[in-house]
């Protein structure tokens, strides 16, 4: 009698285990065919169960005890993080797992432009919702993440390039990303060294370059701009050149009138002399070069052709004839 309610015990206890392995492979298949990928969203403050209750109801996992039960198996329950995924019905629970404890999120693409102020990123990133700007605005005074670079502040420092991030990234790691390229791409020893040579501090290049940016758009003009600039600070004479002004107009409106040229700021190089205390938007790699290596020219004036170009002089005489000929004719026409 005892042998027989002993052999029953296995017995049950062997189909007990069956049963459950059974429920348990199939759980742990696929949810369906259909390999279309989808987001898959982990926000912050999810737990094991949230997510596995969240993928259940997207009808991407078939059970959710199962796929917890197959994190606590691989012991991976408190690695799954934050951002979005792209995964499928089709895909096995047990891949859903490693795709979401991974880190490998959908990263977008997002394009900083030459000659790009800290709150025109800002502006940016907010609208392609990679960030907040308040937020943004404030990791840039994040005296931390100027660590290797001489300047109290990040303008002129978040290079110009295409990143990709992800809808959950931090906005300090996008900060932080944007400095560490600035020093990849542009804090060269040979950069450093040049700026010695010519008797500038690299804040001073990356101040003068962030100006050579914002006045021409042309590959060919840069070097002849940054050739005007030397020139003039060389003769100790003011820069007067409009984005500084620009700059520092506190809510600018796309005209530059008289009584701005007087406004009282360092940035306002119609007013001091010398460059303005730092850089006034991030300048590209060939702006910074061009900084570091302008034409050797006597020309100390340009003035816009109005198509993109400038005229360039060497005398005011030739100046204020050029300024007749691309500025006062035209307004009159």
């Given at each position: 009698?005892?042998?027989t309610?002993?052999?029953?015990?296995?017995?049950?206890?062997?189909l007990?285990?069956?049963?459950?392995?059974?429920?348990?492979?199939?759980?742990?298949?696929p949810?369906?065919?259909?390999?279309?990928?989808q987001?898959?969203?982990?926000?912050?403050?999810?737990?094991?169960k949230?997510?596995?209750?969240?993928?259940?109801r997207?009808?991407?996992?078939?059970s959710?005890?199962?796929?917890?039960?197959?994190a606590?198996?691989?012991?991976?329950?408190?690695?799954?993080?934050?951002?979005?995924y792209?995964?499928?019905?089709?895909?096995?629970?047990?891949?859903?797992?490693?795709?979401?404890?991974s880190g490998?999120?959908?990263l977008?693409?997002?394009?900083?432009p030459e000659?790009?102020?800290i709150?025109?990123?800002?502006?940016?990133?907010?609208?392609?919702?990679?960030a907040?700007k308040?937020t943004?605005?404030?990791?840039?005074?994040?005296?931390e993440l100027?660590?290797g670079?001489?300047a109290?502040?990040?303008?002129?420092?978040l290079?110009?390039e295409?990143?990709?991030?992800?809808?959950?990234?931090?906005?300090?790691?996008?900060?932080?990303?944007?400095?560490e390229?600035?020093?990849?791409?542009?804090?060269?020893?040979e950069?450093?060294?040049?700026a010695r040579?010519i008797?500038?501090t690299?804040?001073?290049?990356i101040?003068?370059?962030?100006?050579?940016?914002?006045?021409?758009?042309?590959?060919s003009?840069r070097?002849?701009?940054?050739?005007v600039?030397?020139?003039?600070?060389?003769?100790?004479?003011?820069?007067?050149?409009d984005?500084?002004?620009?700059?520092?107009?506190e809510?600018?409106?796309?005209?530059?009138?008289?009584?701005?040229?007087k406004?009282?700021s360092?940035y306002?190089?119609?007013?001091?002399?010398?460059?303005?205390?730092?850089p006034?938007?991030?300048?590209?790699?060939?702006?910074?070069?061009?900084?570091?290596?302008p034409?050797?020219t006597?020309n100390?004036y340009?003035?816009?052709?109005?198509?993109?170009?400038h005229?360039?002089?060497?005398?005011?005489?030739?100046?204020?004839?050029?300024?007749?000929?691309?500025?006062?004719?035209?307004?009159?026409?």
């Amino acid at each position: 009698m005892r042998t027989t309610l002993i052999s029953c015990f296995w017995g049950l206890l062997a189909l007990i285990w069956i049963i459950l392995g059974l429920l348990y492979f199939q759980a742990s298949r696929p949810m369906s065919g259909d390999t279309e990928l989808q987001i898959f969203n982990v926000i912050p403050g999810m737990t094991l169960k949230k997510v596995s209750q969240e993928l259940s109801r997207q009808n991407l996992i078939r059970s959710a005890i199962a796929f917890q039960a197959i994190a606590l198996i691989q012991d991976k329950q408190k690695l799954i993080m934050i951002g979005e995924y792209n995964v499928s019905p089709s895909m096995l629970p047990a891949d859903i797992l490693q795709r979401i404890t991974s880190g490998k999120t959908v990263l977008y693409p997002v394009t900083i432009p030459e000659g790009y102020r800290i709150t025109e990123i800002a502006n940016l990133l907010e609208k392609q919702d990679l960030a907040d700007k308040d937020t943004f605005l404030q990791q840039t005074k994040n005296m931390e993440l100027v660590t290797g670079i001489s300047a109290d502040s990040l303008e002129g420092y978040l290079f110009p390039e295409t990143y990709h991030f992800g809808k959950f990234t931090a906005e300090k790691t996008i900060v932080k990303k944007m400095v560490e390229t600035f020093k990849e791409r542009a804090l060269k020893k040979e950069f450093l060294k040049r700026a010695r040579e010519i008797g500038f501090t690299y804040h001073e290049i990356i101040t003068l370059a962030s100006l050579i940016e914002k006045e021409t758009g042309k590959d060919s003009e840069r070097k002849q701009i940054s050739s005007v600039f030397h020139n003039r600070l060389k003769k100790n004479m003011r820069l007067q050149t409009d984005p500084t002004v620009i700059y520092a107009i506190e809510n600018f409106d796309g005209n530059i009138r008289k009584r701005d040229l007087k406004i009282d700021s360092p940035y306002n190089t119609y007013r001091y002399k010398g460059l303005p205390p730092g850089p006034i938007a991030s300048p590209g790699l060939k702006s910074i070069v061009a900084s570091l290596y302008p034409a050797k020219t006597s020309n100390l004036y340009f003035v816009s052709r109005q198509d993109g170009s400038h005229q360039f002089s060497a005398t005011l005489n030739e100046h204020n004839r050029a300024v007749q000929k691309y500025q006062l004719q035209r307004v009159r026409h």
